[in-house]
């Protein structure tokens, strides 16, 4: 909806116009509802609207692998996804319109938590039911939302501060090993380290203590970047922070007791989509509070000028300190959600293939902006599963996309923007009906 | 007691010495200038008493106590304000934010009020909101408080640097050229603007600059560096009648 339409196309443009006046009274909750409600269409009637189609199954990812595999499902493959999409997203946020703005509207008046939760719930819901048929799906969903952690994460240091760093698959490698060892070494009978220390019920809970210390581990590895950061900027501090990258790689293959270049295997299945879900909306929430702090737009004024930011009082090197620790301790949880969904970490997996992929989708999504992470990370994300069976030309498309968008606008999709939840969830009234 | 304080400040750049032996004394409430030719030295006074270089030599005190092997922002915290001859703005941040900004040193909350959105965080915010509204107010760019500092008129962007400078509540406040790039119009503005400052906030002032009519119309005491060295100090009639500072400012009269 951001891209600008060509001028040429008058008659193009006021279709556009009056979807953007039929839909704009739609608060928040009336889409999700709507979101919720196609789902469950989904859940519920997915076989026999994909048998009517002629489609073999449900399509997993939109539709796009079918597709790809056999393009002569596409009309059938639409069709579907505008029967069980399309119109009850439609039709479910049009007439439950009002009813939802006078839900917003209760919302709106009470406690912005409450109103965070009922919105998170719907989220959540819908994502469950859509996550629930097929396994895929639900890696694919994992794996997003851990994307989307990461890419903020580095949002922090490359976009908020304006530091090139190329370290983060290195502090997802510390989170992810230093998480895998505890659950490892307390909760499960493994080769590496032997018969589990503590009972494995008590394992779901405390793995977030094991995401905790992961993310300080990757913290303390951010020092190495971040003290050198008083003295060096730009293109001296990113050799240094990939300099760190290789390091942290190949500390970790030499080491025998983390598995060395073979990797740790059999964590415990404790990233459940609950699990992960949480962790993502609570890094979401941490990170957003504190970039609209005054606190944490003194990493802009540090990007923008640091003398200035001196002179004005604000402590430069305490806000090193903090951006680069903040940032890599968000990247070791990431890492640690991400070592127990694949239940496998081996050193091979971060690094510099992992370390373009994060720092494609913060740049397509927009620098200096959680709204421009978040898309980044699921268009990327996305697109990279959807475009699968294309195969080698996956790595032709997405790097193709990407210079376009640099093109069209050089600092991402949705840059420089603030994210208001408390304006997102807010009721849409009419003018007329405000009155 | 003088509100600022240096004594035989020397400094080297490598083998080239940029500053010697200045002597500076500020009393609360007062107006002293700085001028001299290009490449004096005078900005680098500045940057030395504003700890972004440490002297070689000498010593400085602010209301009693030590500035040496102090960082910027401690030393601006402790009450010294600045603004820069280029104007040093944050290119992605609103009017708004930059006043906020400034206030960084005196937030109650720490880092974890920020991460998860205190109560006092949010009454911080509150309140150094409504300071930096105020400041906009009396600086007359309230008007552009959410737009981006850098896209405003040139005038504006001086004001706001200095509603800035204002926002660290300053004891002692350093004007680098303020009037740098003004029309005659603006400069007159600049100069009521300056009288309000000292006035309404009672700070001591300290300014270079260029142009002899504002240095003259607005300092008790003006300072002439040449190559790094004061040569003349006094009052702007004894300045503007000093040898010495003709011929530095338009050179020997014998001119053969």
């Keep these: 909806m951001n891209i600008e339409n060509s001028t040429s196309q008058q008659d193009k443009k006021t279709i556009r116009a009056r979807l953007k006046t039929f839909l704009a009274p739609v608060p928040l909750i009336g889409w999700l509802l709507g979101i919720f409600g196609a789902v469950l269409v989904e859940y519920f009637l997915g076989d026999l609207i994909s048998y009517y189609f002629g489609l073999p199954k449900i399509p997993v990812l939109f539709g796009f692998l079918t597709v790809l595999k056999k393009p002569l499902l596409m009309p059938g493959t639409i069709g579907y996804l505008a029967l069980v999409y399309g119109v009850p997203i439609l039709v479910i946020a049009k007439t439950l319109q009002k009813p939802a703005n006078r839900i917003a509207d209760f919302l709106d008046r009470g406690p912005v938590t409450v109103a965070a939760f009922v919105h998170l719930g719907l989220l959540y819901g819908a994502l469950h039911f859509w996550a629930d048929l097929s396994d895929y799906r639900l890696l694919v969903l994992k794996l997003t939302m851990i994307a989307i952690m990461l890419t903020l994460s580095i949002n922090i240091i490359n976009g908020y501060m304006g530091e090139f760093s190329c370290s983060h698959p290195g502090f997802m490698a510390l989170g992810a090993y230093t998480a895998s060892a505890i659950t490892l070494l307390l909760f499960t009978d493994d080769k590496q380290f032997g018969i589990a220390l503590l009972p494995a019920a008590l394992g779901p809970y405390l793995f977030p203590l094991a995401l905790i210390a992961g993310g300080i581990a990757a913290a303390l590895g951010a020092l190495v970047i971040a003290i050198p950061s008083f003295r060096t900027r730009g293109d001296y501090l990113a050799i240094i922070s990939l300099a760190f990258l290789f390091i942290v790689k190949s500390v970790i293959e030499n080491l025998e007791f983390v598995g060395g270049p073979r990797g740790m295997s059999s964590q415990p299945h404790y990233s459940t989509l609950p699990v992960v879900f949480i962790v993502m909306v609570l890094c979401i929430w941490i990170i957003n509070n504190f970039v609209r702090s005054t606190m944490g737009k003194a990493l802009n004024a540090v990007r923008d000028n640091e003398l200035a930011a001196e002179a004005m009082t604000v402590n430069t090197r305490k806000t090193k300190i903090i951006t680069f620790m903040f940032g890599a301790f968000w990247a070791g949880v990431a890492g640690g959600l991400f070592a127990h969904v694949l239940r496998y970490v081996n050193p091979g997996s971060f690094g510099i293939q992992r370390l373009a992929e994060i720092l494609a989708m913060v740049y397509f999504g927009g620098l200096n902006s959680v709204t421009g992470s978040i898309v980044g990370a699921v268009s990327i994300n996305v697109l990279g599963e959807a475009l699968r069976p294309l195969e080698i030309y996956k790595w032709i498309i997405i790097p193709l996309l990407l210079i376009v968008v640099m093109l069209v606008r050089p600092t991402g999709l949705i840059s420089f923007t603030e994210f208001k939840p408390k304006e997102l969830m807010k009721p849409r009234h009419n003018r007329e009906e405000g009155a | ?256």
């Design chain 2, 1 to 256: 007691m003088a509100l600022l304080r240096v004594d035989n400040m020397t400094h080297y750049f490598g083998g080239l010495r940029a500053v010697h032996k200045y002597n500076l004394i500020l009393e609360p409430g007062h107006i002293v200038g700085l001028i001299g030719p290009n490449g004096a030295g005078k900005t680098t006074i500045f940057n030395l008493i504003s700890g972004i270089h440490t002297p070689t030599e000498g010593n400085i005190e602010l209301g009693g106590s030590n500035l040496i092997g102090h960082h910027p922002h401690e030393i601006a915290a402790m009450g010294l304000g600045r603004t820069f001859q280029n104007l040093l703005l944050w290119r992605h941040m609103t009017v708004l934010d930059h006043v906020k900004m400034a206030c960084y040193s005196q937030l109650e909350y720490g880092i974890w009020g920020a991460f998860f959105g205190s109560r006092h965080c949010h009454k911080e915010e509150k309140r150094i909101t409504a300071k930096a509204m105020h400041l906009l107010e009396t600086f007359d760019v309230a008007r552009f408080s959410t737009q981006l500092a850098v896209s405003l008129p040139y005038g504006a962007q001086r004001r706001v640097e200095m509603a800035r400078a204002m926002a660290t509540n300053p004891k002692v406040l350093f004007l680098d050229e303020p009037t740098a790039g003004m029309t005659p119009d603006e400069l007159n503005r600049m100069i009521a603007i300056i009288r309000k400052i000292h006035e309404e906030f009672n700070v001591a002032i300290f300014l270079i600059e260029h142009r002899l009519k504002f240095v003259m119309e607005l300092c008790e005491r003006i300072q002439t560096l040449v190559f790094g060295e004061v040569i003349a100090e006094g009052t702007p009639g004894e300045i503007k009648n000093n040898p010495q500072v003709i011929e530095a400012y338009l050179g020997k009269e014998d001119i053969h």
